[in-house]
């Protein structure tokens, strides 16, 4: 018997960090001992393993164990260490053989009963075993490792710790796990009634990635709209993927719809922490502005927000990142999302609405319209008016247009954008009349200046106006933005009834 080193890893944020664990046995009084700044769950890991050795029949030491998790100074969390601890006093005691326990990197929780439990962070997990060349061992969830790749690392899914240990005896034979759950039906726009012009200024803001503010009275179709946004939008690339699927599966989320290349969706109740939108906890985990990375953050009634989760958007959104620091050390989430969000127009929400009385005060409506400032509102580059659908075409059941003519749409705008990029790039195209690359024609220019000093637009607002133009010309295919361009720019253009700049 002599001491043994096995391979596991700890996430610290999104990543896994390698940790290798040292199993050493000497006389004394017979325990088993934790070190190396283990957390409560690891050090409670001495019981789980006593009692799975026990019931798998083998042989618990009559000797002092000490287990040494190293790096030392590395903070130990989470359950994922039983597996590699309950293999190393195995190996460590002769009980199993120890040829091949180099090449893999075990994980995993231990039940009473032997039983192997996939911990959070799969495919965490999986990219540290494909940079370190091991074969991941251990238990896992089957549609995290068939999203992460099948042709990536090599994976053993030992689902008992009696016959996994067994099975060192051959070399690990089983391939990557292919098989995956199904992931939901995508909701489609057609099931909006009556609500073209919303339709019209989500596909704007996915074709040319613009915040948006719906605003209306309850049950106008808001969250309905806001919901079927991701559907029209690109799919993922394999980068995106693979990041997003990192950070559903550290935060133990299903990763089915990222595995079908669908962008993620983040609705946060407005009630919710700081902690909880922006990444915090013990350990520090993602927030749902990092589950929306790579989709859509979606805040309905907006102004209920707390001022606090608001400005704490500020750096997400500035630096498509969150970085926390902690006493444990820093941890970055990435969070590069497309706002949306949604407001009613007053406390009551019938403020305008022709078919309800506004029982608010003045005073309460200037202040809930007040509630949203800056941080948010400089995302915003298109707001909407949502009015309450007309019954007789609900009750018909008509149906407007559907997501599939809509993302074709958006498509091929992004196509022709990144054509038009490409031109700008080769240095010609652009013209004399450009504004900032923009390819605005004389006349959409000199529309662009009367709306400005027709609505005493500020500065930052032109530009978000000279954006959307843009992207209302690209969805034409239109190589210069013309004035009709512009008019619909203007139609959509920030207020400010709820935080914008004139």
Known sequence: MSARRVHAA??????????????????????????????SAVLEARTRVRCALKECGFEIPRLAVTVNLSPADVRKTGTAFDLPIAV?????????????????????????????????????????ARDLGLT???????????????????IWDLAHLARGVAALRDAPSEGPARTCRAPSPVPDFSEVVDQEAPKRACAIAAA???????????????????????????????????????IHSVAGDDIAAIQARRRPFAAPHHSISVAGLIGGGQ??????????????????????????????????????????????????FPSRFQLVGAANPCPCGHLGDPGHECTCAPAAVARYQAKVGGPIMDRID?????????????VRGEEGTGSR????????????????????????????????GLWFSGDAAAALTRTAAALALGG????????????????????????????EAAMFRSRDTLGGEQ
């Open 88 to 128: 190393g006093i195995l190996a460590a005691t002769g009980q199993i053989p120890t040829r091949g326990l180099s090449e893999l990197l075990l994980l995993g929780e231990l039940g009473l009963h032997g039983e192997v439990l996939r911990p959070r962070g799969t495919v965490a997990y999986l990219m540290l």
């Open 136 to 154: 991941c061992a251990g238990g896992f969830d089957r549609a995290e490792a068939a999203a992460f790749g099948s042709d990536c690392v090599p």
């Open 208 to 246: 040319g990635g613009h915040g948006l503010l719906m605003v209306g009275p309850p049950g106008a179709g808001k969250t309905m709209l806001a919901r079927r946004l991701p559907g029209i939008l690109p799919g993922l690339t394999d980068e995106e993927v693979a990041q997003s699927a990192l």
């Open 460 to 487: 930052r607002a032109v530009a978000r106006m000279a954006r959307v133009a843009r992207t209302v010309a690209d969805l034409e295919q239109a190589t210069e933005v013309l004035p009709r361009h512009v008019a």
């Open 10 to 39: 700890v996430l610290h944020g999104v990543e896994a960090l390698p940790v290798d664990i040292e199993v050493s046995l000497s006389g004394g009084i017979p325990t088993i001992s934790i070190i190396g700044m283990p957390d």
């Open 283 to 332: 350990p520090p985990g993602p927030g749902q502005v990092s589950l929306a990375h790579n989709g859509v953050l979606f805040l309905d009634e907006l102004p209920e927000f707390s001022k606090a989760a608001l400005q704490a958007l500020r750096q997400p959104m500035e630096e498509g990142q969150v970085r926390l620091v902690r006493a444990t050390g820093s941890y970055v």
């Open 382 to 394: 298109l707001v909407v008016d949502v009015a309450r659908p007309s019954s007789d075409r609900v």
């Open 405 to 436: 003519q809509l993302a074709e749409q958006v498509l091929g705008a992004r196509e022709f954008a990144s054509w038009r990029a490409s031109q700008v790039d080769a240095g010609g195209g652009a013209g004399s009349g450009a504004i900032a």
